[in-house]
Antibody, heavy 118, light 110 residues
């Protein structure tokens, strides 16, 4: 059973960089699946942020692309997200998830709340 | 504003059938499978249906999905109190080259 766990600071100041890591267990990250970040502002809907394959191939949400960087560390079975110049609008629960073209996203982490506030 | 359009709420009595709609365009629903997620408060979304009408192991056959043109629907038959949750549709968008979601529908079991 694949499990994903997000980790990172729960509070980030405006204009700073949000950094999160997702650790994958119960299976290798080096598979044909891609690994996504998805966020959900409190009380609102879901927004796909980006995904990455184990070989480093990426795809970013165009609306966030200029502030985004996503990376993968296959030796640690982890992938990471960096979002720069954050504002209050970036306050959300951030989920990491496994995805493919058939199932969409079938395994999700529990999510981590990141609040942008001074 | 979400790319896919869902009604914000839906309701039904126990035992009845309810449907939740999801409207999109030719670049997403019109050309790609639609998946549905169920989300309870404080928990991560759970894959319920993957396109167009396949259920992951453990999902009851009371849940079914369908698609016609640029619209999709989730049907829940034999409604139970434990079905009270938020439901989201999603599809790949060929123009945006990314995943898009509906705004979610809150289902209330009366």
């Amino acid at each position: 059973q694949v499990r994903l766990q997000e980790s990172g600071p729960g509070l980030v100041k405006p204009s700073e960089t949000l950094s999160l890591t997702c650790t994958v267990s119960g299976g290798s990250i080096s598979t044909s699946y891609y690994w996504s970040w998805i966020r959900q502002p409190p009380g609102k809907g879901l927004e796909w942020i980006a995904y990455i394959y184990y070989n480093g191939r990426t795809n970013y949400n165009a609306s966030l692309k200029s502030r985004l960087a996503i990376s993968v560390d296959t030796s640690k079975n982890q992938f990471s997200l960096k979002l720069t110049s954050v504002t209050a609008a970036d306050t959300a629960i951030y989920y990491c998830a496994r995805g493919d073209g058939v199932y969409g996203h079938d395994y999700w982490g529990q999510g981590t709340l990141v609040t942008v506030s001074s | 504003q979400s790319v896919l359009t869902q009604p914000p709420s839906a309701s039904g009595a126990p035992g009845r059938r309810v449907t939740i709609s999801c409207s999109g365009s030719s670049s997403n629903i019109g050309s790609n499978p639609v998946n549905w997620y169920q989300q309870f408060p404080g928990t991560a979304p759970k894959l319920l249906i993957y396109g167009p009408n396949q259920r992951p192991s453990g999902v009851p056959d009371r849940f079914s999905g369908s698609k016609s043109g640029t619209s999709a629907s989730l049907a829940i038959s034999g409604l139970q109190s434990e079905d009270e949750a938020d439901y989201y549709c999603t599809a790949w968008d060929d123009s945006l080259r990314g995943w898009v979601f509906g705004g979610g529908t809150k289902l209330t079991v009366l």
